[in-house]
Structures are given as C-alpha cells and as structure tokens.
C-alpha cells in the first residue's frame, strides 16, 4: 500500500526547504588554526586550560586517528572529508571562560531564543515557576557558552557543568570514566572525536538522588568550515535516575559540516538514564547541497545491577547519519531500550540503529524503529542484538519498519542477530504493513472512515516512540505524531 | 585494508594455486572457459578464500576452515560408482530418474538420458558444453553476488556436470534426481545447468553420496525457470563428512512462473547453501525453504538474495535450524525490491532452536527497498526448547528424549509441511530423529 496523502503533507512539511533554524548568527568569532595536527590539539588543550594528562590523552588518540582509515561499511556516500581543512576550534570572541547567565553575549541570547531555547532563569526569579523547568547547557561552535540552573542542582548534589569546567573542577571524575564505555579507539570518528572534542557536557548524579528537573543540551554549529567535536559523558550512581534532552541546529550553509560527538552513559546499581533526542541540524539544501555529516558514536554502559538505559530519537537533520545509540548490558537484571523516528527527506542519507549488547544474566533489551524515507533520501536501520555465552536469559524483541512516501527513495533494514547462549530468547519482527482486520472493523464499526480507521490505529502505534520523549521536547516532535505509517514496509 | 599489499597466502590457497597447474591442461572446455579460469584463480591470488572480513563471509570463514586443499579427484570407476549408489541412496523407493556425475563427471552409462529423452528432457555432459561455442555463457556468476569467492572456487577447477533441459510444454512424469558420487578421496567442482522451457514442470532431486575425503565438494546449480513453467528443487546435503560442503543455487524466475526449494542439512562439519534468486518476469513466485541440522563443531551456513528485480512478485523465505553441542548456525537473508518492483510481496522469516548451551545462532535477515508499494516483512527469533511444552508432553508420559524430538521434529516440519513435495520429503523425518539420535 502506498503512504496516505495525509502522511505525505506531514512529511513534506518538514521537507529540507522548510529548515527553519537555518540562519546565521552575526557574531565575531575566533578561530585556532585550519588542520589536524599535534599544534592544533595542544592549542586546543591549551586553550581549554587542561591538565597534562588529558593532552596527553588527546595526543595518543590523535597518533591512532592518523594511522585509521575511513570505514566504508556503511550505506552512506559521500567525498573524502579533508581533515585538514577545517577548524577544529571556533568560540564567539565574547566567551572567556564560564559565565553567569546575566554577562552572556545578547547576541547569543537571541539567538537561542529564536530557536526556542530559553536560556534565562528569570522566570523563577519573578515567583512565576513553569510547570517543567529545564536546565540547559547550551553549546555554540567549540565552547558551552552558559549553563543553567547550576547552582540549585548543586543543592541536590548533581553536577551539571561543560566537559571542559569539569576537566577542571572535577578532574578525577572525568579521569575515571572519560573512554571508559567508548575506548579511544573505537571506531573512525571517536578517535577523531578523543582527539580534537572542544566541548560537551558533563552530568554526575551522585547515588540515590533523582535528578530534580531535566538536564538538556543544546548544539549549534554557527561557523563556517568548522568541526563541531562535542562529548558528553553522564555518570548515574547507585539508585539515581536522570533525564537527559539534546537538541541540534544549524545555520543554512552550502559547504558540508561535521559533526563527530562521542556520547558515554554509565549506570551504576539500580541506576536509570533517559536520554533523548531531538536532531534537527541543517539537512542540505532540496538539492542535496550543503547540510551537516552526523558521525556520532553514542553508547551506554548498565554497569550495574538492575540499571537501565533507554535511547529515544527522532531524527529529521543532517545531510547525512551514521549513529548506533547503543546499551552494554553488563550488570544483572539490566535494561536497554531504544525508540527511534527517523525522517529523511531531500537528498538525506540515514544509516543508523542500535546495539544491544548482551554480558549478563537476565537482561533483556527493546528496540523501536520507525523508518520514514521520502523524496530522493536513502534510510537504513542497521542493528546489532547480540548475547554472549554468560548472558542466560538474555530477552530481546525488535521491531523495525520503514514506510517509502514516493519513488525515489529507499528504506533498507540490516539487523545482525546473533545468540551465544541457548536461553536468550529474541525476536525480530517487522509487521506494520499489516493492520489487523478485527482493528480496523472495530473502528469502522464506530463509524470511522478507513483513513480515520488507519490513522487512528496507526497513530497509537508511531507513539511507542514518541511518548517515550520528555514533554518538553514534545513540541517539535509534535509534527511527526501525526506522521502514519499505514503504506510501510519491514 | 590496503588492496595493493599483497596478501600472505594460507596453505590452503597455496595448495590451490598448485592444484590448479598441475590440473589446468586436463580440465574441460574452450580457450574462453580458459581464460575464466585463470582469472577465477586470480581473484583467488589477489583475495585469498572468502573470510571473515568480507561481509558475506563473516560468520562463515572459509579460509580459516580449510587448512589444507585436497587435490581433485580422479576418474571414477563406472563399477565403483554403482557400488556406492546401491549402498547410499538417498531417496530409497521413491520412483525416480538418475542423471549421476561420478568425481565431479557425467557418468552417463548410470544416467536414465533415454528415458528422459523419451519425455521431452535432454542431458548433455558439461565438459562437453563447455568445450562447445558459448561456452563462457554456462559459468556466469549471479547479479547480486558478481564476485562470490565460492563461485569463482568452482569457475576455476570445474571438473564436469550436465546441461539438462526440458523442452517447453513438458511435464516429466517422475522426479529426476541429480546425484553427485564419489568413488574416490578427493575435491569436486560440478556446474550445472538446468532449463526449463515455456511451461515446462520438473521436480528436481539434489543428493551427494560417497566419500570424499579431505575434498571439498564445490557445486553449482544454474536453474533457468522459463516463463509459465515450475521447479521445485529438493537438495538433501546429508551424511557424515569433515570436508567442506559448498552449495550454490542461481536462479533466474520468468515471468507466470514458479520455483520452489528445499535445502536440507544436516550433520556436516562445515557447510554453505547460499542461493540467488532474481526475478526476471512478472507475477512469479519464489519459495525458498531450509532446514538446518548441526552438532559438535559444525558450521552450517544458508544465505539468500532474493532480488525482485521486476513489479508484482512474491516470494517466501521460510528457514529453520537446530543447533546442538557447539554447532553454529548462519542465516543471511536479504529481499531486495527494485525502484520500479511495486507491488512485491515478499516474506522471510529465520528460526533457530538451540539445544546446548554452548551453540551459536547467526541470524542476518536483511531488507533493500526502492519501491514504495510493497508488502515486504521479516522476522528472526532464536531460543531453546520451550519448557512448558517439555513439561506437557512428560506429564503424559514421554520420556524426555521422545518429547524433546517430538518437538523438534515439530518445529522443523513446519517448513518442511509448507514446501510440500510429500513423497520427496516423508524420508525426512526419519534424517532428523537419525540426526537427533547419532550426531
């Protein structure tokens, strides 16, 4: 069956031409030098004031990056990036070191602002307090350039601050898990990322406290020829639970950009971490030109016993994709979860999926793929279930599927299952294309049209991902709620 | 990773290398098939045996299974190959023609071309053909697997085989079993062809008996499924043997027309049925079935490309494997759905039950979809012997051992139900509760 109209209108409205977020922030801005090598990596450690051992690290990662090659294995094509023609360090002149709210540049402001990311704290001031408040730390180019509500989740004794003031601050922190659930050189562009990350954040929730409010983290790329090499790095201690939100844009260029983030999750005993995104960076023009390359490794460790990690993405940017937010599920009893949405549009090139990595005993895993392919775009769901010969009892259930709205496009499903012990239990499906008859004539029964019917049932399906998002980011998921998926394919 | 390095060849490709000279002048076919071979062989020199790094080969590593390549076999003894079919036959009773190839060569004094003949299906020896004009059309490799390491394997040593084509319009009245014997130790490398014209039927039987001995057997079965007309293909890759086993199906679906498969494996210690299947006219059907069986330290690998290629095809996937002691299971799967294939309908599924605690389970069932108006839908689930159902059976009185066959047997009839072929396939469940019982 072919996508409704209704679906087709919905996709369209987030076609590649609409990218609201594509303007350009006039900003003076300062820049390290063009190219990859040792001067830039020490300029970038030196600029960020770190201590020796992390140059070091830095270093190291850097001499394995340079002895690398490009993997090849995914359904993406692209020309060779020259690494050594960009700048691996852009910040707004107007950063120097971590502010308060109230010495940020206004230009920078506005500039969240019109992105829809309050970055002011007033409203709490004036009594007037939101029903949910978040706490953003906001990254412009290579530099967080305001954190908020430091300081009353300081009170709860959760850490929220950019990587780089956490180098600083909390050193041995950082020294003990930074790498520690994405090695050094895990892959192409994590090594890279080791090597040249300018800035991220960093989230320690200490043993048994729930995070008060939603952390949330908002990227821009504003400069042109830029990296942006962010990493992120979030430790929930014993029994804590955090929820954590990013959001990306950027401005409308006609040159590609990189984006290379490594993301590392860690959740000790009984710990719990939700983290979501929104990632909405500029996807090329309906041309296919210009739009950012999303090279993203992103990877949670349940190192604990009954922890638990769940993924929710909706995916609507970038010219190209290529991230597998993955679990390891090594403590007992853990749990990983990933829901995903997937848009591509225009000329946009999707490879992505999930990891569940099965060590320990009883754990058990869930996977929701939603693949929407339109106009000339190409959309891959490629996804590893495996359990180990020590993972009994191991659960997994998958369930991917994709919907073509239009000719020139594809949407292709490259699961890798793989059981070294005879007691896990996994299934894979892809079924959507097939609404149950005795669904349908109960809606029709009610007097439904069958577009209602459809919509109706296949709208409650599509929210298995979305009510997974925290509500703030709820509004520009909106769009794509409605989004049905009645015509797909496994 | 660096394609100018040359790569350090393994014992076995060395031994290869050398089977090749000292075989080359006395294996068959023209100076076109010649220079095939050479280049096979240098795909071969240039790649080494197909790996774990080559994505179709990572679960099933070839070149680090075989330690050493056995030289191919000799002229078969015609006295030899009768003993060998009077004591291994695959099919028993059930009524049958023989097409035999003896060491990897037609044997057409054991072959029913007569009576074949008199129903409207001719045999002609590969080696034959291949010496004939467009010889070079009869080693063609598979659109979707132009450099398949296990096809260039059999381009390069090809002993021999059979053309057999079925003229249009022809029903043959038996099956015909195509049966590969080996009176000596040694490798065989068969292709073979078989045609069906317009609207032609033919129930096809695929055996391997004797032993080869260190040899690996390389066969592969080139089926032209012509518009309206039907195959149905069953490969039975059954009988104890150390030495690697590599299958390949590449078929090409007409349009109205029907194929059908069943691959069945058990207890061999390195096995791969690979099969390609590309639809070449409308509103055909394919359904392709395997039932795996693997024990000890056996790998047994199915892989499948289904390419729907043209609109408004169906094709079923339908797989399933029990694995025992450290056995490991391989099943690749892709459906790909060509920009302009709408309205295909196509199906997979994969199931494994794993019966120790030490088996493996590899399942890749993929998709690739171009086209917008497709039904296409796949699913992949991996376990062990469901308890509660051990629990009913033992409550009303079967021994564990019966139960546990019982249901295993149940779990693979499932495919083997759906394929039909009912006289071909009752033997069947005899293999498996053999295999339960001895592997």
Known sequence: ?490 | MNASVPIKHTQAESDLFNRFERAKDALPGSVAVAALREAALNQVREKGLPHRRVEEYKYSDLRAFLKSAAPLADVADISAARAVLVAQDTFGELDRYKVVLANGIYLEDLSDAAALASEGATVTNMSDALAGEHSAQLLGSPKAGPNDGVIALNTAFVQGGVVIEVKAGATLSKPVELVHVATSTGAQVTRNKIVLGKGAKLRLLESFVGDTGEGELNAVFDYDVADNSSLAATRLIVGRTDAARLLTTIAKVGAQAELKSLGFVAGMRFSRNQQFVEFKGENSEAKIYGVTMAGGDDLADQTLIVDHAVPNCNSREFFKTVLDGRAKGVYQGRINVAQHAQKTDGEMMTQALLLSEEAEMANKPELEIFADDVICAHGATSGQIDEDLLFYLRARGIPEDEAKTLLVLAFLSEAIEEYGEDNVTEGLEARVRGWLAGH
């Open chain 1, 1 to 490: 069956m072919p996508a409704v109209q209704e679906t087709i209108d919905k996709v369209k409205a987030i076609d590649v031409d609409q990218y609201k977020y594509g303007f350009v922030t006039d900003i003076e801005s300062e820049k390290g030098a063009k190219g990859l090598s040792e001067e830039t990596v020490r300029f970038l450690s030196a600029k960020k004031n770190e201590p020796e051992w992390m140059t070091e690290w830095r270093l190291d990662a850097l001499r394995r990056f340079q002895q690398m090659e490009e993997p090849e294995w995914a359904r993406v094509s692209y020309p060779k990036i020259d690494f050594d023609d960009l700048y691996y360090w852009a910040a707004p002149k107007s950063v120097e070191g971590p502010k308060s709210l109230d010495e940020v540049d206004p230009e920078l402001l506005a500039t969240y602002e019109k992105l829809g990311i309050p970055l002011s704290e007033q409203e709490i001031l004036a009594g007037v307090e939101p029903k949910n408040r978040v706490a953003v730390d906001a990254v412009f180019d290579s530099v967080s350039v305001v954190t908020t509500f430091k300081e009353e989740l300081k009170k709860a004794g959760v850490i929220f601050c950019s990587i780089s003031e956490a180098l600083r601050e909390y050193p041995d922190l950082v020294r003990k898990y930074l790498g520690s659930v994405v090695p050094v050189t895990d892959n192409f562009y994590a090594t890279l990322n080791s090597a040249v990350f300018s800035d991220g954040s960093f989230v320690y929730i200490p043993e048994g406290v729930r995070c008060p409010m939603e952390l949330s983290t908002y990227f821009r790329i504003n400069e042109q020829n830029t990296g942006q090499f962010e990493r992120t790095l979030i430790i929930a201690e014993k029994g804590s639970y955090v929820s954590y939100l990013e959001g990306c844009t950027a401005p409308q260029r006609d040159e590609n950009q990189l984006h290379a983030a490594v993301v590392e999750l860690v959740a000790l005993d009984d710990a719990e971490i939700k983290y979501s995104t929104v990632q909405n960076w500029f996807p090329g023009d309906k041309n296919g030109k210009g739009g950012i390359y999303n090279f993203v490794t992103k990877r949670g460790d349940c190192r604990g016993k009954n922890s638990k990690i769940s993924w929710t993405q909706v995916e609507t940017g970038s010219a190209i994709t290529w991230k597998y937010p993955s679990c390891i599920l090594r403590g007992e009893n853990s749990r990983g979860e990933f829901y995903s949405i997937a848009v591509s549009n225009g000329y946009q090139q999707v490879d992505s999926g999930t990891k569940m990595i099965h060590l320990g005993k009883n754990t058990s895993s869930r996977i929701i793929s939603k693949g929407i392919s339109a106009g000339r775009s190409q959309n891959t769901y490629r996804g590893l279930v495996s359990a180990h010969r020590k993972a009994s009892n191991a659960r997994n259930f998958t369930q991917c599927d994709s919907l073509l709205v239009g000719q020139d496009c594809g949407a292709h499903t490259v699961p890798y299952i793989e059981s070294k012990n005879a007691s896990a239990q996994f299934e894979h499906e892809a079924t959507t294309s097939k609404i149950s008859d005795d669904q349908m004539f109960y809606c029709q029964q009610r007097g439904l049209s069958d577009e209602e019917a459809v919509a109706l049932i296949v709208n409650g399906f599509v929210k298995d991902v979305i009510q997974q998002l925290p509500m703030e980011f709820a509004v520009e998921a909106q769009k794509l709620i409605s989004i049905s998926l009645e015509g797909s394919v496994g």
